[in-house]
């Protein structure tokens, strides 16, 4: 599935099953809360912190697909077209960043 039509997806399902969109700042407030889920889990299971038993059972892929979905919504609802978006980013980091990462003596 690209981007497009997952942005497609994610507003026949807000439409189907939602009253209406959340409002872009409870949408950033929400995305700031799945992130730091992802975050805590990427903390425990792959830093020096310890998991606990409650965080054991979690399942990153679902995490993550709860940041992609508030980043759909956002993009919907101020309309950007994430896919022409990223298209370009990737257009571009891959014009900056080619040599300097190839270059970056830490990576090797």
């Known amino acids: 599935m690209g981007i497009t039509k997952a ?14 969109y959340f409002n872009e700042l409870t949408n950033m407030a929400q995305l700031a809360e799945e ?36 980043v759909l919504c956002l ?11 990223f298209d370009k980013k990737l257009e571009l980091k891959t014009k900056r960043d080619h040599d300097r990462h190839q270059k970056n003596k830490k990576l090797k």
């Open 7 to 20: 942005q497609q997806d994610v507003d026949s399902w807000i439409k189907a099953h939602g009253v209406r």
């Open 35 to 70: 992130v730091g889920e992802v975050a805590r889990i990427i903390a425990r299971r792959y830093g020096e912190q310890s998991e606990k038993e409650s965080d054991k059972n979690k399942d990153l892929g679902e995490e993550l697909a709860d940041v992609l979905f508030v």
């Open 75 to 85: 993009a919907n609802q101020t309309g950007v077209d994430l896919q022409e978006a």
